[in-house]
């Protein structure tokens, strides 16, 4: 075999923090032909980014190459020294960035920065620079590139920003390009195209590309390899069809199962049967549905956020809520939490329009012990200087008035027991739990006051994929359990799929389409539908080969 | 402060020994300020005329002044007069621009806009000369001093707090204290004052050193403060018509006292901001 393009052999990179140093790689060795693509994958911490901020030396001050050696195209680059980095970034490797709208320099128009990113490595005019920035805004099949070559990325979509930065990462046609979480917090659909675009590009030009994903599904489907990082360490590495088909190593096995497929249930992604069902509870008043949303509007300004919505939920039942960014589905559900005011259209819980009582009143409300809800990122939906048992105790002390001692005490821990957070937890800060136990922090709050409308704001969106599997299956069972009612809000329409028994699509505050989850999967009837199951990266080991 | 803060703490002041400084000298002032009664070799205000203008020596180690007061002693006590008039002052413009500047940044809407603009009016003022006002209306008094320098520190610190809860107030725990049934004044006051509390610790310790400038300003144009008083800004403004005479330490000592006293807080402010914030130190 001749010499690969990129090869890492034994990295190690530690980090002086305040808490000691870090050893974040521990001997790490990668290979990567030229032209080929290669996914590194793994959980956040497993030090897949690290790697490759080492690999184009742009570790911040605190972290140095500890260990190892970096060759790149024959070449020692482990101490570049600055004038070789200079002529390797860019122009022999590139990288495109999580988060483009943040990568890019806000007060200068996109084309500048094109230009600038050629006129750093190579010889060229104003004018040369700004003709070759515009064939490269062609190359990223930007829409009226003309046009936009005068743009300010504030003035672009978060895809078309990403397409910006794929056309600076390839202007000095680089041999290696590494994407670090290209997509990230971009939209499906939008998802689908910028990882197409990347790897036509790579295919065209005869780059290799370096894919950093948490994704499984995304490496599969774009990477001829994968190597999966957990810890600091590659703990497995394979082509992608073989390696995803009989994964060896236990970490990867568990990573796979973990990751939701288009036909997995909930009790897959653990491997453990769900909670037996209890019987719904009888509703309070009368037969009618638990929620009832009639015409729900809500404009920002001149903006129409929600554009007449109406839906019902039965108790006990757990529909799904999902769409793009823009789409309405969070301005809906605060509304229906009563934390916004609705602009028009009624909301009935129980038959009662709780819609007129207006969102800053609520809190008094006899219903909003009832209606409770878990948000998004746990990391910043606990108050930083609550413990957890304060906490999970606010809603007791605040909405059903249990003052201190052992009547509190014990609804909180039967709160955090339900939600598997061990006990000796309960009198930590939330900066001294992992991710997974605030979430679980977040549930056991929402369930304390036992509401009978749980509304779940992508709940699992800022999670792990192992972690999410667990919260997933705990959410599940608690349903299934205590018979509360399910509004669930995602994006990811693998995951609704599999917590909801209903699903509605949501387009530009519209309802888009209605019906039962597994219906609107197999045979979307939408145009809309259809295209946001097709954008889904489907990680499917044991189908087929991966179209790399 | 847990053990996990005071153990950043102590790194950071590791990294950064001019904040470890800093923080030893404003507590020293500190120190110096409670015992003044016990730490002054003599009574501050008694004159000895025979003993008058007498350069630095073993028994007045920052000589005598035009009255033969000790300098010494009356800087010590001046220390106290100053810092109880910075510390007065910073404490109610903190507690009422944070209350102010908290209801503002969480109400938003037309609350918001009236109470920005009427700061923005505060602001346009030189303040100085805005407090030189307030102290000659008000009356010659410690308090009206007090008052004054709480009064132009106030649009600040109602910027401020405004601010950081204005970024704080549709995070996801502020929304689960309401999905909670908090009522908003609690939350305001209970949820979110606490939580910008070490961001406005370095507000409290930079302005603290602004106090002491300003209440040491007034007293040199002659407002507020009365000879014979001990206090550094008329000390200053004593000792300066007998300079030109070569009697360099009546104004060198409380000026000087003037200077450090406001260098620590200045520090201890950026230090503080090290330790609540790593990132932003560059």
Known sequence: ??????????????????????????????????????????????????????????????????????????????????????????AAISMVFQNPRAALNPIRRVGDQIADALRAHRDLGRRAARARALELLEAVRI??????????????????????????????????????????????????????????????????????????????????????????????????????????????????????????????????????????????RGEGPLLEVQGLCRSFGRVLAVDGVSFRLAPGESLGLVGESGSGKTTLSRMICRLLDASAGRILFEGEDIGAIPARRFHRAPQR???????????????????????????????????????LRARVEAAAARCGLPLELLDRFPHQLSGGQKA?????????????????????????????AVVLKLLDDLRRQDGMAYLFVSHDLNVVRMMCERTIVLRLGRIEEEGPSQAIFAAPRSDYARELLAAIPHFAPDEQEATA | MSASTLRHAAFVLRGNPVTALAAAGALALLLVAVFADWLAPYDPVASNVANALRPPSAAHWAGTDQLGRDILSRLIHAARMDLAIAFAAVSLSFLVGAVVGAVCGYLGGMTDRVVGRVVDVLMAFPLFVLAMALV?????????????????????????????????????????????????????????????????????????????????????????????TPEWGIMVAEGARFITAGHWWLVAFPGLALMLSVLCFNLLGDGLRDILDPRMRT
């Open chain 1, 1 to 90: 075999m001749s010499e690969p393009l990129l090869s890492v052999e034994n990295l190690h990179v530690r980090f002086a923090t305040r808490g000691g140093e870090v050893h974040a790689v521990r001997g790490v060795s990668l290979h990567l032909a030229a032209g080929e693509t290669l996914g590194v994958v793994g959980e956040s911490g497993s030090g897949k980014s690290v790697t490759a901020y080492a690999i184009t030396h742009l570790l911040d001050r605190a972290g140095r190459i500890a260990e190892g050696r970096i060759r790149f195209a024959g070449r020692d680059i482990t101490r570049a020294g600055r004038q070789e980095l200079r002529d390797l970034r860019g």
């Open chain 1, 143 to 284: 829409r009226d590139a003309a046009a936009r070559l005068d743009a300010y990325p504030h003035e672009l979509s978060g895809g078309m920003c990403q397409r910006v930065m794929i056309a600076m990462a390839i202007a000095c046609a680089p041999r290696l390009l590494i994407a670090d979480e290209p997509t990230t917090g971009l939209d499906v659909t939008t998802q689908k195209t910028v990882m197409e675009l990347l790897s036509a590009l790579i295919a065209e030009r005869g780059m290799a590309m370096m894919l950093i994903t948490h994704d499984l599904g995304l490496a599969a489907q774009y990477c001829r390899r994968v190597a999966v990082m957990e810890q600091g360490r590659v703990v497995e590495e394979g082509p992608t069809a073989a390696l995803f088909r009989a994964p060896r190593h236990p970490y990867t096995r568990r990573l796979v199962a973990a990751s939701p497929t288009r036909h997995s249930t909930v009790a897959d992604l653990v491997g453990e049967a769900p909670a037996p069902a209890a019987p719904p509870p009888a509703p309070r």
């Open chain 1, 369 to 407: 012990r009832d209606i409770q809800i878990v948000f998004q990122d746990p990391n910043d939906s606990i108050n930083p200087r609550f413990t957890a048992f304060q906490a999970i105790a606010h809603p007791l002390r605040r909405l059903e008035g249990l003052g201190e001692g052992p009547a």
């Open chain 1, 440 to 468: 679980r922090v977040g549930i056991a709050r929402a369930i304390a006051t036992r509401p009978r409308l749980l509304v779940l704001d992508e709940p699992t969106a800022a999670l792990d994929v192992s972690v999410q």
């Open chain 2, 136 to 228: 000659a209306a008000l009356g010659n008094h410690v308090q009206n001093i007090v008052i004054a320098t709480a009064f132009i520190n106030l649009p600040f610190y109602i910027r401020f707090a405004r601010a950081e809860v204005n970024v704080r107030r549709n995070l996801g725990w502020v929304e689960a204290a309401r999905a909670s049934g908090e009522p908003h004044l609690s939350l305001v006051l209970r949820f979110l004052l606490p939580n910008v509390l070490p961001a406005m610790a370095v507000q409290i310790s930079l302005n603290l050193g602004w106090a002491i400038l300003n209440a040491a300003g007034l007293s040199f144009i002659g407002l507020g403060i009365t000879p014979p």
